[in-house]
């Protein structure tokens, strides 16, 4: 098990960027991938991006390919989302989420062990 916190949303402007964090305590498994989840009210929760944390292997959705950026920094058991060129659409709050998954494709909800509680990003037009 992974203990997760998530920091850094909040109010942009579109076209703005955000930098948000997940840092890990506990128990934490060199074969746990990290991914950013996120859910708009009245949507389901949806995968945006994840990133295995024994290498650099990462997988992104179209939908922020190219504008979101995932990296980590095991040092300091921390995983970040850099997210430029935001737009109203990317309003949600934003979940990590510790699972046991190949970084290969979307990281279905049901492979993850932890949630972080969230953070809110608030993209204005």
């Known amino acids: 098990q992974a203990q997760l916190v998530e920091s850094g949303g909040g109010l942009v402007q579109a076209g703005g960027s955000l930098r948000l964090s997940c840092a890990a305590s506990?128990?934490?498994?060199?074969?746990?991938?990290i991914g950013w989840f996120r859910q708009a009210p009245g949507k389901e929760r949806e995968f945006v991006t994840a990133?295995?944390?024994?290498?650099?292997?990462?997988y992104y959705t179209d939908r922020v390919k190219g504008r979101f950026t995932i990296s980590r920094d095991n040092a300091k058991n921390t995983v970040y989302l850099q997210m430029n060129s935001l737009k109203p659409e990317d309003t949600a709050v934003y979940y990590c989420?510790?699972?046991?998954?190949?970084?290969?494709?979307?990281?279905?909800?049901?492979?993850?062990?932890?949630w972080g509680q969230g953070t809110q990003v608030t993209v204005s037009s």
């Open positions: 506990g128990r934490t498994f060199s074969n746990y991938a």
């Open positions: 990133i295995n944390w024994n290498g650099v292997t990462t």
């Open positions: 989420a510790a699972a046991r998954s190949r970084v290969r494709s979307e990281i279905p909800q049901s492979s993850v062990d932890s």
